[in-house]
């Protein structure tokens, strides 16, 4: 099994070429884009030899975008805000109301737990417009239209399902003895849950409350159909932003590097948890 | 100690009694949940109606109506087919590329770990954005791959804006973002295989093909069926892909069912259609998730066992 041919080194060596060549090559090509002027970009036939620019990224934060119309008012930072807010906000309420929840069905063996746990996690699966499109209605009735509470509290239903089964796994490999121990040693279930399980499930909460993030940065949907301009986050700004500034294609192209830049550190710093993550705690990277 | 300890604890206003604890702990969970689920109910009942935004007055339930339409609705024909075919498309493909890739970066070198790392960053980024991405790289005026494309031959290629070759476009973006999610699945399965068959198999000289058929392919079986299954219930329901794209054309190349109904609803503001669009949707995504979480129950059981 062991011995090689050149002949399939290769073929291997060529294969890793061509799937490294795929996967990065629009990454690496939107980044060279963001440091290029619309003649760079619009030269035919393209090239990587270029004299980098800085003017996209600073039109982008300061907000004026010069046009041939005239100075533009863009919001791109005001979107990368409205991102870093709603995501952040939304998996610290995920947390607060997941975790407990987690414990509970991971230690403690209840009716009807399994039932609960699986009609949560189903919510991942069904159809996202389903729920909005009545979600509109009901939101301008009841003043929770285009709020940012309204938002964060329909982000639960992606950010609740992964972080409640990811530590919930996190729960059930820790072994009860500790925490049995504690609680004869005189401890109130409170206390034992706070001394020693969260911390010992620390790891996983950090990674499920990261991925969490990630899938609510990444987020399109929700806020396409419930937020108005001054709400949205990245990913639907971006998509107006284009329609926006016309032709100013080397700062649609930045906006995507600082939409994307976020998700790529967290998930580096988080890798050994994705696998697990990924697959709601299923299989273990 | 054990007294000293309690001692110091002031007793709490209230107790709770042990059996109500759980629930405790998990309602305020359910709750939020609940609360986003009465529009799901909402939903049905909109499906039984003949309502319009534009005429309100109009409002009627019409009970079995909207969907008895679709039996007779080209339209309706047509979302179907374009769902299942890009449903179809994108998990075939990403399958065999993800099972490509993850029999290639199997061995754990430090180069095939840096390599599977560095293909996670297709998967982190927004579906939107990297359809924003593949737009601007299949632009007609200065798009590279157009570059590319003209290169090869083919005169203005038009990508997305071209019906022939829309779909094309969004299959390669959905393979470009999802490929490296059934690639990692199926690594980690490669990798917690146990070892004594391969061994067996190398000592008795068995080719590799076989092993690959008869040995390889079976015991990864659960992980293929958990991916497979997760990607065809997120592959049905697309819309950041499409709507980002092309918004559902050109024409209705691209209506799957979620851009459907979300033109219905917000464009010709048929929210009895675009209701009973989405039931059917759900009742599809339905059965597959039962079918999924069974799997997925059995495999993490298993996974978890052997951790």
């Known amino acids: 099994m062991e011995h090689t041919s050149t002949l399939e080194k290769i073929l291997r060596g060529t294969a890793i070429t061509l799937v490294i060549l795929f996967f990065m090559f629009p990454i690496f090509w939107i980044f060279l884009m963001s440091f290029q002027t619309n003649e760079t970009i619009l030269r035919v036939p393209p090239s990587i030899v270029f004299e980098p620019t800085l003017s996209n990224y600073t039109a982008l934060i300061t907000g004026k975008l010069d046009t041939a119309a005239g100075t533009l008012e863009i919001s791109f930072m005001k979107n990368l805000w409205n991102s870093l807010f709603l995501s952040t906000a939304s998996v610290a309420v995920g947390l607060v109301l997941g975790v407990p929840a987690a414990y509970a069905f991971a230690r403690l063996k209840f009716r009807g737990s399994e039932d609960i746990a699986f009609t949560l996690l189903s919510f991942r699966f069904a159809p996202p417009l389903l729920v909005l499109l009545p979600l509109t209605i009901y939101f301008q009735q009841i003043g929770l239209a285009d709020t940012y509470i309204g938002l964060i509290w329909v982000y639960q239903l992606i950010v609740l399902p992964l972080i409640l089964w990811i530590v919930r796994g996190y729960f059930e490999d820790i072994p009860a003895d500790v925490e049995y121990a504690y609680r004869i040693a005189g401890h109130s279930w409170g206390a034992t849950f706070r001394k020693i399980a969260l911390p010992l499930a620390g790891p996983g909460i950090a990674a499920a409350g990261l991925l969490a993030f990630i899938f609510a940065w990444n987020n399109f949907i929700f806020a396409l159909v419930l937020a108005s301009a001054d709400k949205q986050p990245v990913t639907v700004g971006a998509l107006a932003f284009v329609t926006a500034s016309g032709i100013q294609y080397g700062q649609v192209a930045a906006g995507i590097v600082l939409s994307i830049l976020p998700t790529f550190a967290l998930a580096l710093y988080a890798q050994r948890y994705l696998v697990e993550g990924l697959s709601l705690g299923a299989v273990k990277g | ?307």
């Open chain 2, 1 to 307: 100690m054990s007294d000293a300890t309690m001692n110091q604890k002031p007793r709490r206003g209230f107790r709770v009694s042990r059996g109500a604890l759980p629930y405790l702990l998990s309602l305020p969970a359910l709750l939020t949940c609940i609360g986003i689920l009465i529009p799901f109910f909402t939903a049905v009942a909109y499906s039984l109606q003949r309502y319009r935004l534009s005429q309100p007055w109009a409002r009627k339930w019409n009970w079995g109506e909207n969907y008895l339409n679709f039996l007779s609705d080209p339209a309706f024909w047509n979302t179907l087919k374009v769902s299942l075919t890009y449903a179809f498309l994108t998990v075939g493909l990403e399958l065999l590329l993800g099972l490509g890739i993850a029999l290639l970066l199997q061995k754990r070198t430090r180069f095939n770990n840096f390599v599977s790392i560095m293909l996670l960053m297709p998967l982190m980024t927004a579906p939107a954005l990297a359809s924003l991405m593949w737009k601007l790289m299949t632009n007609p005026g200065f798009g590279i791959l157009s570059y590319f494309a003209s290169l090869i031959g083919l005169e203005d290629f038009r990508w997305a804006s071209d019906p022939s070759t829309a779909m094309l476009t969004v299959v390669l973006v959905d393979i470009w973002v999802y490929t490296p999610f059934i690639m990692i699945l199926l690594l980690a399965g490669l990798r917690s295989l146990p070892q004594q068959p391969f061994e067996a198999a190398a000592l008795d000289g068995v080719p590799r093909l076989f092993v690959f058929w008869r040995i390889t392919l079976p015991m990864l079986t659960p992980f293929l069926l958990t991916a497979t299954l997760f990607r065809v219930i997120e592959s049905i329901q697309q819309f950041d892909i499409i709507y980002a794209m092309t918004q559902g054309g050109p024409g209705d190349k691209l209506t799957v069912f979620q851009v459907e109904a979300y033109l219905n609803f917000f464009q010709s503001t048929n929210v009895g259609r675009s209701a009973a669009l989405l039931m059917i949707l759900w009742a599809i995504t339905y059965i597959l998730s039962n079918i999924f979480i069974k799997n997925w129950l059995r495999l993490r059981e298993r996974q978890r066992g052997e951790a």
